[in-house]
């Protein structure tokens, strides 16, 4: 992904507080694409660094109150990443994959997959295709998960969490004796 970036000019924006068709909307008239469906109404749009800021500047007179410029290398879950897309498709075909002992779900449909061929297809794909973030959540709650569990530092996933449904058990560990309390 970093020779992608070097190779590009790329960025990417927030948007918040707007519905799915309209960013998609953005997206086709400026030439950039939907990159993370985080939660209702948080969607990052991701390109080149122009066309993005074109769209950023434009958002307010289109009616989309709050666009967030993001600080990042490059464009990422967009077409700029074809180069890495390639690489790590390259990378993966020696890679042996099993079929998963637990449900896996793909950010590129938001659905599961268990097939080990399909399982690595996703996570090609997914260098270049948008994050359905919301939608793996929700998927998961259908499929039976009673909580959600962020690790690691900050709460960024956990709050996205509590963003999609307020009613789920959401809870974030940043140290290893958050989740195990005593241990040595």
């Known amino acids: ?28 008239d400026f030439d950039i694409e ?20 074109g769209a950023v500047a434009a958002a307010k007179d289109r009616g989309i109150k709050k666009v967030i410029s993001l600080n990042v290398a490059g464009a990422y879950h967009s ?44 996570l090609v794909k997914q260098v270049v295709s948008p994050v359905l973030w919301e939608d793996c959540m929700r998927a998961a709650a259908a499929a039976g998960a009673t909580e959600f569990w962020e690790l690691g530092p900050g709460g960024v996933l956990s709050g996205l969490a509590r963003r999609t449904e307020k009613t789920w058990v959401v809870k974030s560990f940043a140290e290893f004796a958050d989740v195990v309390p005593n241990a040595a």
């Open 34 to 53: 939907a990159a993370n469906f985080n939660a209702p109404g948080q969607i990052i749009v991701s390109g080149d660094k122009a066309k993005v800021d």
């Open 79 to 122: 077409r700029l990443m074809e180069p890495a897309r390639m690489a790590f498709a390259a990378f993966l075909d020696s890679v042996p994959f099993s079929a998963p002992r637990f449900t896996v779900l793909t950010n590129t449909t938001g659905q599961p997959v268990s097939d080990p061929i399909a399982i690595k297809a996703a």
């Open 1 to 28: 992904m970093q020779q992608a970036c070097e190779r590009t000019t790329g960025g990417m924006a927030a948007i918040i507080g707007e519905e799915r068709a309209k960013v998609q909307e953005l997206c086709r």
